[in-house]
């Protein structure tokens, strides 16, 4: 990747900040279960196994990171549900993309059912490093820059053929 | 995402799997310290300043799973370094993902220096869920099928123009 390295003490990475809010096993596997359409303490509770206390811990440290809102059932206001918010939805193609890998490379099968694309049921595509023309990329085409070092694109200009 | 649901306690899903291996906070960071070029015990203890039980304990789960190989310095022997092998190269476009999230939902700033595609410069695309024919989808866009629901896309047939 070249001679530039990022500063791997800064803790203003994404990487780090992600795993923070998120970077635990029991946390993914609930937010799978989310991702699911699972809303409830008991079913969360009764379709993982997970402990009460665990499950309690990690729903809540989901809730103060803004992934999980908490929200009265519209049934019955006595009752909690946990939604998705829009920064929790934008963790899917993490999520997706780990599943790949581990599908690839740990299961070594599909895991079903498979994720599709509604409009024409076909299976969605692998998740991968693309350039910003969607050419695939893989580690050995990556290096980093630093911001002032890239050049914007020229956006390309319209002829207008009369 | 439609009615169907995973089978949420079943083992052989390829997300649990891939947090089995790599689902950890340090492990990612010593993954991501890895994908910066550093090999040695001794440049991931005092670059991430992790506490040496614990980095030889995650080095050592990173082996085991195949995500890290344990090699002799080509230049001294005796001294070991520890090199991505294909499996660990691959958990890229998920790390990406995850990063990229922590960036727009986190720190709120994109993490510098940044990833370029080194052929021209120009910042990797946002990692993406795409159809096979490269759509962006959302997840209102997506449901779960069964591998035997889904209808192999015909290959689209090549017209010879004489």
Known sequence: MGDLREDLS??????????EATGERWSFL???AAFNG???FEEFQSTLGIARNILANR???LVDHGILAREPMPKDRRKIEYRLTEKGAALLPAMLALRQWGETWETGVPSTPVLVDKRDGQPIRKIDIQAHDGRLLQ???LSWKHTHEITPLEVP???IVA
Not at 10 to 19: E, Q, S, V
């Open 139 to 141: 580690l050995e085409d």
């Open 157 to 159: 200009k319209l002829h």
């Open 38 to 40: 699972l809303h409830h």
């Open 10 to 19: 800064n803790i203003d990475c994404g990487l780090p900040a992600a795993l």
């Open 59 to 61: 729903l809540g440290r």
């Open 30 to 32: 609930i937010l799978r």
